[in-house]
């Protein structure tokens, strides 16, 4: 794997974790409502115990994708930064050779 190959494979990683990010605050956003919902009318012990454990856990669960997505984050940051000029020369020569392929 080149250069070139890790940092796009960093840069595929960063949006997953961002999207894990995403879909770990719409579940908490989810289960807020429905807690919500619960005690605007049913008032179900068992709904609100179970809702409020799994609400800790995807909470927990943010915390710890919001860490490693910021390390990671970190990590292809400074990949990109000391490899930037053998990234730079890996997209031309590439760049050359699409355009031979053209012509």
């Known amino acids: 794997m080149d250069k070139l190959q890790k940092l796009e494979l960093m840069n ?16 908490i956003e989810k289960i807020g409502k429905i807690e919500v919902d619960n005690m605007n009318g049913l008032n179900d012990t068992n ?39 053998a990234i730079a020369a890996i997209e031309a020569a590439a760049a050359v050779e699409a355009a031979k392929a053209a012509n």
């Open 47 to 85: 709904l609100e115990k179970t809702l409020d454990t799994m609400h800790g856990k995807i909470a927990e669960n943010l915390d710890s994708i919001t860490e490693i997505f910021s390390y990671f984050e970190t990590q292809r940051d400074q990949y990109a930064e000391k490899n930037g000029a």
């Open 12 to 27: 595929k990683i960063v949006r997953e974790f961002e999207d894990l990010q995403h879909s770990q605050t719409a579940l």
